[in-house]
Each structure stands twice: as C-alpha cells, then as structure tokens.
C-alpha cells in the first residue's frame, strides 16, 4: 500500500468517526427538543424552546452538509432538528401592531438594557433626547458616580423626576412630568419599578421591568415570582405600559402562561430580535413592550448602543387622548 493510501485510508477514517460524530450529537439533540416539547415549562426545557431559531439554523446547516456528504445518517436528524425548532417558534404570544396615529399626538418612552456599562447608558440618554422622549426606562443602570457629569445633567434636565430612586444596578424609570404612589414592586431585589401617571384625558400605569435570567432552576423560579408579581399590580380597568427586559422569548412557554389572562396585549407583530444579535437566529427577542386598558402602542427596535441588548422605542398614547403628559395621578395598587 503507498503512503497516499494510507493517508487516504485514515483520513476517511476520520471523517467517518467526525460523521458518527455528528449524526449522534444531532439525536441526542432531537431527544432534547422532544423531551423539552413533552416538558415546556421545566429547567432546562424552557431554554432549548427558547433557543428554537438556533436550532432551526443548526438543523438546516447540517441537513445541507449532509447532503452535500451524501449521509443519511446526518441528513435525517437534522432535518428533525430544524423541524422541532421551527414548531417550537410556531406557539407563541399573541402580538399584532396597534396603530398609534400621527407621530404629533403620541408620546414616547425609550428603554435600554445598559448591562451596568457607562458608555451605553450615556448613548441611550442622547437616543432618548432624540427621540424627544417623554419617559426613558434604563435596566441594569451603571454606577451613578462613574456617570460624566454632562451626562447626567442632560437626563436629570429632561426627566427631572424619578419613579423609585434605586442603587446602581437596578431598574431608573424617569419622566419630564412627576409620578405619584411610584415604588419598586420589591425594592430588596430591585427589579421592577411602576409610576403612575396622567395625561389629557385619562390615566396610565407605567411599569418598566428587568427579570432574572433564567440560566438556573433558580434563576427561572424567580423569574416567574417577579413577572407574577408585577402582574400583580395591575387592574384590568387601568391603562398600563409594561416594558422592560423579561428575559423570555415570545414562544416562550412561561411567557404564554403570564399573558393568558389576557389583561396584557404584546406590541409588536415582528419578532425582532434585541439580545445579542439584530440578525434573525442568532439574536433572540427578550426585550418587549405590553399594553392593556386601551393603550394604543407601537414599538420599533434602536439602534446600536454598545450594549448586549438594542433599545426599544415605545410610542403610546392612553385611551381617548393625545398622550402628552399634563399632571400626576395617585392609585397605583402596593
């Protein structure tokens, strides 16, 4: 036998154990989804749902090289692969656009997940002047003392009041116009805060929330606990604004059961994604926007602000009115 041969012989070895490989990876990746679509709401189940659309591109990739490699034995479970991601996507929470009229009698609220970083919270305060926004909602706020100074003068000169002062690291709801009976839905562990407010002709809730990642079976119980809880505060006859970073996707099991009492609509009709990613299967959709009572609301996605997640910018006006901000209003339900 020549040495091409032999090195011919060996690398078809290999490339039969890299098959084998594969093939085995992707079947115990379709038992996964499968179990994961048998148990949607348990740890880590709800994960692999959520990571449907990468798996939808993970299927589909190899079923190509298997194709190409003429292998049965890739080609069949990645098919599989893309096809249980692509039904895990298929069941989600009702969204649809809800038109808000002319850009002249809305108002606006800007919100940005800075993960605790300086320089995104400081481009997410000009994104918000921009806008000419009439709320901005910050998650995961940077220390306050490493904030430049011009920087801070510019967001307490256009939104001079604060729903529920919070250290660094939580949730800053700020507005042109002041709130009233405002306050962290748990101010030990600083995740959502709610301010109450009124325009022209009504009143509306505003609730900006951030919810633990549910990278653990701890981290997803509290999760739910937090997202219930806020929740929680609303009254089905009350205008609301919920916005905020809920760490689920909209196909998201969890986040089919938090909305299935109907109080809350999810604004949108496009999945875009805000984490990680602005390109469809690599990025996933976690950062939304709910309205209930009548708000009418349209979101579109920010642009790049050097954090891991995009901005969202939220035009809304409450039943029957203009949106523009004239005076505070107390009630807002402990």
């Known amino acids: 036998m020549s040495i091409e041969q032999s090195m011919a012989g060996k690398a078809d070895n290999l490339a039969g154990i890299a098959e084998g490989i594969v093939a085995a990876a992707l079947a115990a990746l379709v038992v996964a989804m499968l179990i994961a679509d048998a148990f949607p ?3 880590p189940a709800e994960l692999l749902v959520s990571l449907s659309p990468q798996g939808t591109i993970c299927g589909v990739t190899f079923a190509i090289i298997g194709v190409a490699r003429r292998s049965a034995v890739i080609v069949l479970p990645a098919v599989a692969v893309a096809y249980l991601g692509w039904i895990g996507m298929s069941d989600r ?4 656009p809800i038109g808000v009229g002319s850009s002249g009698d809305v ?17 997410a305060i000009e994104l918000a002047l921009q806008q000419d926004a009439d709320v901005v ?19 307490r000169s256009a939104f001079p009041f604060e729903a529920a002062p919070e250290p660094s690291g939580g949730v800053l709801l700020l507005a042109k116009t002041p709130f009233e009976n405002s306050g962290a839905t748990r101010k030990n562990l600083k995740r959502s805060v709610r301010g109450a407010t009124r325009t022209q002709h009504g009143r509306i809730d505003i609730v900006a929330v951030h919810l633990p990642t549910p990278m653990s079976p701890g981290g997803q119980v509290w999760r739910d606990h937090f997202m219930q809880e806020t929740l929680a505060i609303a009254r089905p006859d009350v205008p609301a604004l919920m916005v905020g970073d809920f760490n689920a996707t909209p196909w998201s099991p969890q986040m089919r059961r938090w909305i299935a009492g109907g109080r809350f609509l999810r604004v949108g009709g496009k999945d875009s994604p805000t984490w ?6 690599l990025g996933l959709p976690i950062d939304h926007a709910f309205v209930a009572g009548g708000v009418r609301a349209s979101v579109e996605i920010g642009p790049d602000i050097g954090s891991d997640h995009y901005p969202l910018i939220v035009r ?19």
């Open 41 to 43: 709401e348990a740890w």
């Open 93 to 96: 929470v009702a969204s649809a």
């Open 107 to 123: 108002s606006t609220l800007v919100w940005a997940n800075v993960h605790r970083e300086v320089a995104p919270f400081v481009r």
């Open 137 to 155: 909602a910050f998650g995961e706020a940077p220390e306050i003392a490493d904030v430049p100074v011009a920087a801070l003068k510019k967001l």
């Open 276 to 281: 990680f990613s602005r390109i469809p299967g």
């Open 316 to 334: 809304f006006k409450a039943p029957g009115t203009n949106g523009a901000f004239t005076q505070p209003i107390a009630g807002l339900r402990p």
